[in-house]
Structures are given as structure tokens and as C-alpha cells.
């Protein structure tokens, strides 16, 4: 069975840069395309998204101007440039796929039906 998997996360200043990747698309139907946080006692959030149909990206108010999304040309990886990262950027990122119909927004995590396993970034003041 295809599935993703992200990798990019680790140990960061304040002020620095990560870049995430996530290989393994390739379905038939990919609705939305997008990265998601969690940290431990909270809920997982909606980070960046791409509807592939009209090239329209989507974030949190939270990364906006800080982080950038995108895809190869393959359409087989998708990315997160994380710029100027605070420590509040601490989590555990995972990418996913929704590819049933959509929903109204890209940026609901629980309307994603496939998902990878995570791969942790972790900022310092």
C-alpha cells in the first residue's frame, strides 16, 4: 500500500530554516495536499496546503510570510520551506492527502484520509 513519508524535520535556531520533504503522492485524486502540526496535549493544525485543481495554496495565520509550500514537477513530493522559525514552530509535522471530494477548506486536518508519520522539528531561542 503507497504512504507517505516526510523527512527535512530536526534541531533549529530561532531565526533559522528547515526545509520538509514528503514523497510518495501519485494518486489518482489528490483534493488537497498539506502540512500539518502537533504538539503533546493539543490538537493536530492545519500548517500549509495546496489544492493541486487550481494551484491555490493555503495558510495558517500563524506561518504566513514565514513558510512556502510546493511541489515537484513530478507532483510526487511535496514541500515545506520553513523560513525565520520560532520557537513556537516546535512540533511534529506530518504531510497528508485527502483524496476524496473537498470539503471547502485544505487546511482541516480531519478531512485528510491519508497521512505519513510525522517527522519532529524542534526550534531554540
Known amino acids: 500500500q503507497r504512504r507517505l513519508v516526510e523527512s527535512g524535520g530536526g534541531s533549529a535556531q530561532a531565526g533559522g530554516s528547515l526545509r520538509l520533504s514528503c514523497v510518495g503522492f501519485?494518486?489518482?485524486?489528490?483534493?488537497?495536499m498539506g502540512w500539518f502540526r502537533q504538539t503533546p496535549g493539543k490538537e493536530r493544525e492545519g500548517v500549509a496546503a495546496?489544492?493541486?485543481?487550481?494551484?491555490?495554496?493555503f495558510y495558517a495565520d500563524s506561518v504566513r510570510g514565514r513558510f512556502t509550500i510546493s511541489r515537484d514537477n513530478a507532483r510526487t513530493t511535496l514541500y515545506l520551506q520553513m523560513d525565520s522559525l520560532k520557537p513556537e514552530d516546535t512540533a511534529m509535522y506530518y504531510c497528508?492527502?485527502?483524496?476524496?471530494?473537498?470539503?471547502?477548506?485544505?487546511?482541516?486536518?480531519?478531512?485528510?484520509?491519508?497521512w505519513g508519520q510525522g517527522t519532529q522539528v524542534t526550534v531554540s531561542s
Open positions: 495546496i489544492r493541486p485543481s487550481i494551484a491555490t495554496t
Open positions: 501519485g494518486y489518482t485524486y489528490n483534493t488537497c
Open positions: 497528508a492527502v485527502l483524496t476524496e471530494a473537498y470539503p471547502g477548506t485544505c487546511l482541516q486536518p480531519g478531512s485528510y484520509n491519508i
